[in-house]
């Protein structure tokens, strides 16, 4: 049987397209088993726990160690070509809006309220962000949301009115509503929308909800973003990933900074894997201390002094509340703060007046700011 081959047409930046990247002294070397003395990358030669060294580029073994967790845990079928690491994925945000959008002339589609790093990373490169809202009321990406997604998708505009969207970023499950988003919708976009679609899952591990990593055989299209920095514990040391089809793996590669990923976050991502079964029984900690909070909260709706208007339902490691009209977003947040709690203040944002969000911290401070909330 022949293999069949695609080559696929994807829309990098022109000038990328014969891009030659910078070959570190570490990339040229391939070694054959021998021992070496390294002279060849200005290091000192002092070793101190090979901190001297400069790190790896491709980091090949973790990323096979992670594609094999992934593939055990989604029950899909990855390689090590399908992902790339970065200095948290916020890199990785910015690096697709580098190998993809043209400043002054493409564009990102971003629905809001979202994670704010896409359109925060659009503005630094001068790419223009389309904001196609959510749903205002149940913050859904339901059916009119993605007919107008698809609508201001470039085959679908006159010329004189080219949207140029490149991007779609898609939050799933989403920051900071806590939402999902469902297979049929994301599926009637990924066999409709022209441009590349992110979906970034920094909270797939909080979900009993399905990755769409399932998908990235049939979808050329599709880039997923997952994090070290939320269920793993590790947002500190800084590690992303990006899961995509091999040609775009080439070109983030390509264009990102050579040691963007160093070697102590290689060893402590690495340190992570060997200890999974601890790091998912904190996360069921999380769970079940998540469906506290959000019970207490459901409580403070219905109570006789009632200090929310709304619990959002959550597959995140946090909890969307809206206040009651009387009480005021900015007030609440210095009173918490006041007592030790720091939550984050969404009061002024569209969609999300008078809106908190308290992410799930340990059974003794869920406790405390229960407590605190009660006696308000
Ligand atoms: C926290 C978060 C990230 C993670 O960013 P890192 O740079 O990997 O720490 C990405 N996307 C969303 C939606 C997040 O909430």
């Known amino acids: 049987m022949s293999e069949k081959i695609e080559k ?39 070793e101190n726990d090979e901190k001297n060294r400069y790190p790896e580029v ?8 992670i594609v094999e967790v992934k593939t055990s845990q989604f029950s899909c079928h990855l390689e090590k070509n399908n992902i790339i690491l970065g200095n948290g994925s916020d890199e990785l945000i910015d690096l697709l809006i580098r190998i993809f959008c043209e400043p002054k002339v493409d564009s990102i589609c971003i629905s809001s309220p979202t994670f704010g790093m896409y359109g925060v990373s659009a ?53 900071p509503t806590g939402n999902i988003i469902s297979e049929k919708r994301l599926l009637k976009i990924l066999d409709n929308f022209s ?95 998540k469906l506290y909070l959000e019970d207490e909260c459901k409580k403070l709706t219905i109570s006789e002094n009632p200090i929310f208007s709304e619990v959002y339902p959550s597959h995140c490691n946090s909890i969307l509340v809206r206040l009651v009209p009387e009480l005021d977003s900015d007030i609440m947040y210095e009173k918490l703060k006041n007592k030790g709690i720091v939550v984050r203040n969404f009061g002024k944002k569209q969609f999300l007046e008078n809106c908190l969000r308290i992410s799930v911290g340990t059974p003794e401070e869920n406790f405390r700011v229960v407590e605190i909330l009660r006696n308000i």
């Open 8 to 46: 696929i047409n994807f829309p990098f930046r022109k000038h990328l397209q014969n891009f030659i990247p910078y070959s570190s002294a570490r990339d040229e070397f391939v070694s054959n088993g021998q021992k070496y003395t390294f002279l060849d990358a200005n290091e000192n030669p002092f």
């Open 58 to 65: 491709m980091h090949d073994e973790l990323r096979e160690k």
């Open 123 to 175: 503005n630094v490169n001068n790419v223009n962000v389309i904001d196609i809202s959510l749903n205002s009321r149940t913050f859904e990406l339901d059916d009119i949301v993605v007919d107008k997604i698809l609508l201001s998708d470039n085959t679908c505009v006159t010329i004189e009115n080219q949207n140029n969207i490149k991007l779609l970023f898609l939050c799933h499950p989403n920051n």
């Open 195 to 289: 441009g590349m679609v992110v979906v970034d899952e920094a909270y797939i591990d909080f979900s009993s909800e399905h990755s769409t990593l399932k998908f990235l055989q049939k979808y050329p299209k599709l880039i997923v973003l997952q994090t070290f920095s939320k269920m793993w514990g590790l947002a500190g040391v800084r590690c992303g990933k990006a899961f995509a089809h091999p040609d775009v793996i080439t070109m983030l590669q390509a264009v990102k900074d050579p040691y963007n990923v160093n070697m102590l976050t290689a060893r402590a991502v690495n340190d992570a894997l060997n200890n999974k079964s601890t790091i998912y029984q904190k996360r069921n900690i999380i769970l079940a201390q």
